[in-house]
């Protein structure tokens, strides 16, 4: 079986401007897939290549391996959920829902009896005969789903279409989208800056930034096996540190901080003189009084300057010797006081060495 | 127009702008200034066609041609229909001579009557422009921001039913009430006031109060819907402060207000200026106005390139008008065509 | 705002002046038409008459002129509604360094004064009739409805404009996207959601043309509509019978307007229950989950 959707080498360029570098990538079927990255980051121009509203300047878009060079969005087997929704306020939820097959000429008994089964499906049996503008925000989003359902497109796309919801709604929302994209079984291709929505709901994440996809995988391996500083600082809090390699040993790294020296892995092979980025997550850090030993941990001192209890976990923001500010997630145990001196420590394999890009 | 130059321009004038906006999309293009469907493309050929052709007659032979060949006549004598195109057909300023001195050859002595119909059009419309704008505004800031939903609803009402009364009807109505045997004599002549009833429509009074009755509506909408826009809590904040109520006017609401006065100013003035139907139905026999001299030029004494000439003078001073009011309010076209 | 019983009074006074001169020649034209008396009078009343109105309905030049009147204001509805509409959508396409010039050209029309209009379409349609020899073009109705829909037509275009603007280009894309074609969209999408001020682009049309004279007068040649009868026929001297057509042209946009408002009151009332329910709606979707969990597959 072809794969989804595959990028070769595609560009987006507007005059000076470049939308999208170089993103090779391949979507296998039935994937659930995110793009993952900050506003302005490429990741909508990427979205909107594939489903065609964009010609890339360079680079070939394959979908379920045709190659869909100068074919416009009408003709390509994707469908598209806009982060407005898009829903056509001049007709209601059922004729919203039967448009794409109004379009492709399909007999009205065999539309009716299609557009009555996606009703149901997305809960909205009662709610055919109303205009859109009588629906509720989550209602509205189902109509979309709905209607880009309708076309059985091999592709579906979604362009952040949960940003309009409230929070609660939103989470229940998470968990249906995955459960249609497992019932329905087609690949889904979401859109996001969200790292929570994409970290749930995603088989596959792409993480973007400033036009180029710096790491694809699951969620756990963008999380915990972060391949670039941009993509350990996105995904998830994490502190950073700058320094220089001084020895390497065991996948290990030493790195000259001016807190100190500190060890982490080196999973990208730096080799000693190299600048690097040591990162590490408020959860990996332990705090304990200064000069209690702790044998297993690397560390340094810092103050705590702000103590905010959540309930389940505590964030203290600590200022170090250099002046800056390190953050540390606390599960429970004894709470330490704002002004207090703490020792900030944390094992080697939890501190992960990333090479400095050159300018930043 | 010569037979074939002119054939030339109505045919070639389209055509090369044509070419020219495919030139410049294809720049556009290259350049990568302009990226997704062109413009066949993004409206489908049907469309597209339609979008074309149907902008294009407009602009060039309803727009752009026509004011291209009154003005080309303007600067042309006044010949038999067989002798257009021939040897005689040149340009000249005979027309423009004529408006100035009274006399297609002679600059002896100066074209008193026209010259005068002229500044007195003029004067008299920017006299009617300013007095409408004083009668309206009160009642538009009322409107757009103090008067209630359903009063607002009211008065709307009100003013839309004289709108669409036309124009000649609406002169007639002054006429019924200012001639004299007309219901203003008679309260005179009732109330002991006067002893012969006045004439109004010999004393032009008719044709003025007419003029500024007819567009008054042209005054109240623009500003009604500029002073609607501005925020209430704005005035409310200036008399917090404690701004007297005419200079909230003034530096609040008037700056707020500028693309609505300018358009409604800008309308007002162009359509007295270039009123037709008040003239003929309330003007006495001494009346000046400079419409119905164009009229006369046409329709009466025949000479069509003299009459576009006249047009063309009117023309150009309703543009400078609308240019200095933009200037002066320092606004764009755009502004105030809303 | 807040003002003392003075200003009160005195803002009284000055809308119940400019009501009076808005209205008050209207109101004395239309009771002249009720009254015996051969030439225009109010007061005395001498007897109630409705002859003006027959009369009126007997002058045939007027009733030739009325029905080109109406046949003028369908033509130009049907050119300068589309060509408004042409016009609007081309200013959202072309190109933004032409845009500026563009506008000027199509807006000239809005301030330019109509005789002018008149004038430069019956210089330039003689011309153009004589020189390709389309001669059956020159006709007064024909140069009428072209003249009139050069600044008609403008109209058009600003109040379609003024929608289009807010046209949403995700609900175009959302349509492509689905499968339709481009005159798809423009059938579909664009023009239902274009729809109201389509409307009222073609009602304001059809009453500009119908109230028009300035263009009129001379672009009609030897034809005459309403407007052209009328001022030849009040020009040659006053009688109640022109009033008696003031009044029914009055009642006539009585009837329309109070039509328009309670339609409108309908519409908005609709529109108020549409979204009440979806309040409601929403109220119970954030109330409990339950109502929202999709039928099980």
């Known amino acids: 079986m072809a794969a989804a959707v595959e990028l070769d080498g595609v560009n987006v360029t507007f005059g000076d401007f470049i939308a999208v570098r170089d993103a090779n990538l391949t979507i296998e079927a039935g994937e659930f897939f995110s793009f993952l990255g900050p506003s302005g980051c490429g990741k909508t121009t990427l979205l909107r290549t594939i489903s065609g509203f964009i010609e890339p300047t360079r680079g070939t878009v394959r979908i379920g391996g045709a190659d869909m060079s100068g074919i416009g969005p009408n003709r390509r087997p994707t469908a598209l959920i806009f982060q407005n929704l898009a829903l056509f306020p001049m007709m209601t939820v059922a004729e919203n829902i039967g448009y794409g097959l109004r379009v492709r000429g399909v007999p009205r008994h065999e539309r009716d009896e299609k557009v009555k089964n996606l009703l149901i499906q997305v809960a909205l049996a009662e709610h055919g005969h109303k205009k859109v503008s009588e629906l509720s925000g989550g209602q509205k989003q189902r109509v979309a789903i709905a209607r880009a359902l309708a076309v059985e497109p091999k592709v579906l796309l979604l362009d ?12 229940h929302m998470r968990a249906e989208l995955r459960a249609i994209q497992k019932r329905v079984g087609i690949t889904f291709i979401y859109i996001t800056h969200d790292q929570g929505e994409a970290l749930t709901m995603s088989d596959r994440i792409a993480v973007m930034n400033a036009g180029v996809i710096e790491q694809v995988g699951n969620g756990r391996s963008v999380y915990a096996e972060p391949r670039t500083p941009f993509v350990a600082s996105f995904v ?46 408020p959860e990996a850090l332990s705090l304990v009084p200064t000069g209690t030993p702790n044998g297993s941990t690397v560390g340094f001192d810092g103050e705590a300057v702000d103590v905010a209890y959540e309930g389940s976990v505590t964030h203290v923001t600590l200022r170090v010797r250099t002046g800056q500010k390190i953050t540390a997630t606390l599960g429970g145990g004894v709470l330490p006081a704002s002004g207090e001196t703490l020792h900030i420590g944390f094992r080697p394999q939890d501190g992960l060495l990333l090479a400095r890009p050159a300018s930043r | 127009m010569g037979a074939t130059g002119g054939l030339t321009l109505v045919f070639g004038l389209p055509l090369a702008v044509a070419l020219f906006f495919f030139a410049l999309s294809a720049y556009e293009r290259r350049m990568g200034l302009a990226t997704g469907p062109g413009f066949f493309q993004r409206n489908g050929l049907a469309v597209g066609l339609y979008l074309v052709l149907a902008v294009g007659f407009w602009v060039f032979f309803v727009i752009v041609l026509p004011q291209f060949s009154m003005v080309d006549m303007s600067f042309r004598p006044k010949l038999p229909p067989s002798q257009m195109g021939g040897p005689k057909d040149v340009f000249t ?109 010999g004393a032009d009074i008719g044709l003025y109060m007419g003029l500024s009755y007819a567009y008054l509506l042209m005054m109240v909408f623009p500003l009604y819907s500029a002073i609607e826009s501005l925020d209430r809590n704005q005035i409310e904040a200036a008399r917090d402060l404690g701004a007297p109520w005419w200079h909230i006017h003034l530096f609040v609401v008037m700056p707020h207000a500028k693309p609505g006065i300018a358009s409604g100013c800008t309308l007002v003035f162009m359509l007295c200026a270039g009123a037709l139907a008040a003239p003929l139905v309330l003007a006495g026999p001494r009346t000046l106005w400079f419409t119905p001299i164009v009229y006369d030029r046409f329709y009466q004494a025949f000479n069509w390139p003299q009459g576009a000439a006249y047009a063309f003078i009117l023309l150009v001073t309703c543009i400078v008008f609308v240019l200095m009011v933009l200037k002066m309010f320092r606004l764009s076209l755009g502004e105030i065509t809303r | 705002m807040k003002s ?11 809308v119940a002046i400019f009501f009076l001169y808005l209205l008050g020649p209207l109101a004395v034209m239309g009771v002249s038409a009720f009254n015996t008396p051969q030439y225009p009078q109010v007061w005395p009343i001498e007897g109630v008459t409705l002859d003006w109105f027959s009369q009126l309905f007997a002058d045939e030049d007027l009733m030739d002129g009325l029905v080109t009147s109406l046949w003028i204001g369908l033509l130009v509805v049907a050119i300068s509604v589309p060509v408004g509409l042409a016009g609007a959508i081309v200013m959202t396409q072309i190109q933004p360094r032409v845009r500026s010039a563009y506008y000027l050209v199509v807006v000239s029309p809005v301030l330019t004064p109509g005789i002018i209009i008149g004038i430069s379409t019956v210089v330039f349609w003689r011309e153009f009739t004589t020189l390709t020899g389309m001669k059956f073009l020159y006709d007064g109705i024909i140069l009428t409805v072209i003249g009139q829909s050069s600044f008609i037509s403008a109209y058009c275009m600003l109040i379609i404009l003024a929608r289009l603007q807010r046209f949403d280009q995700a609900q175009q894309e959302a349509a492509l996207d689905l499968g339709a074609t481009y005159p798809q969209v423009f059938r579909h999408i664009l023009l239902p959601f274009l729809q109201p001020a389509l409307f009222s682009a073609a009602v304001l049309a059809f009453l500009s043309s119908f109230e028009n004279y300035n263009t009129t007068t001379f672009a009609i040649l030897s034809d005459k509509t309403l407007t052209t009868v009328l001022a030849g026929r009040v020009r040659q001297g006053s009688t109640p019978a022109i009033s008696a057509l003031a009044v029914i042209i009055v009642a006539a946009t009585l009837v329309g307007a109070v039509a328009y408002e309670l339609w409108k009151r309908r519409a908005d009332a609709a529109a108020g229950r549409r979204l009440r329910a979806a309040q409601m709606a929403e109220e119970s979707e954030l109330a409990g989950n339950a109502a929202i969990e999709p039928a099980a597959a």
């Not at chain 1, 952040?160 to 989470?171: F, G, N, V």
């Not at chain 2, 006299?127 to 505004?137: E, G, H, M, Q």
């Not at chain 3, 003392?4 to 000055?14: D, H, I, K, N, S």
């Open chain 1, 160 to 171: 952040e279409p949960l940003s309009a919801l409230d929070l609660k709604l939103r989470q």
């Open chain 1, 236 to 281: 998830g809090e994490n502190n950073q540190i700058r320094g220089r390699v001084t020895a390497v040993e065991n996948g290990l790294a030493t790195l000259d901080t001016p807190l100190g020296a500190l060890v982490g892995r080196n999973p990208v092979g730096l080799s000693a003189g190299e600048e690097a980025l040591l990162f590490v997550r």
């Open chain 2, 93 to 201: 300023l005979e027309n423009y001579r004529y408006f100035l001195f009274g006399s297609t050859t002679s600059t002896a002595s100066w074209n008193w009557i026209h010259l005068k119909a002229f500044a007195l059009t003029i004067g008299v419309s920017i006299a009617i422009t300013l007095f409408n704008f004083a009668l309206c505004y009160p009642i538009a800031f009322h409107m757009a921001q103090s008067a209630g939903a359903a009063r607002l609803r009211i008065l709307l009402l009100l003013m839309i039913i004289p709108y669409w009364v036309n124009e000649i009807l609406r002169a007639f109505a002054f006429r019924v009430l200012l001639s004299s045997g007309g219901i203003i004599n008679k309260l005179l002549l009732g109330a002991g006031l006067v002893a012969e009833p006045i004439d109004f429509l």
């Open chain 3, 4 to 14: 003392g019983p003075l200003q009160r009074v005195a803002f009284a006074v000055y």
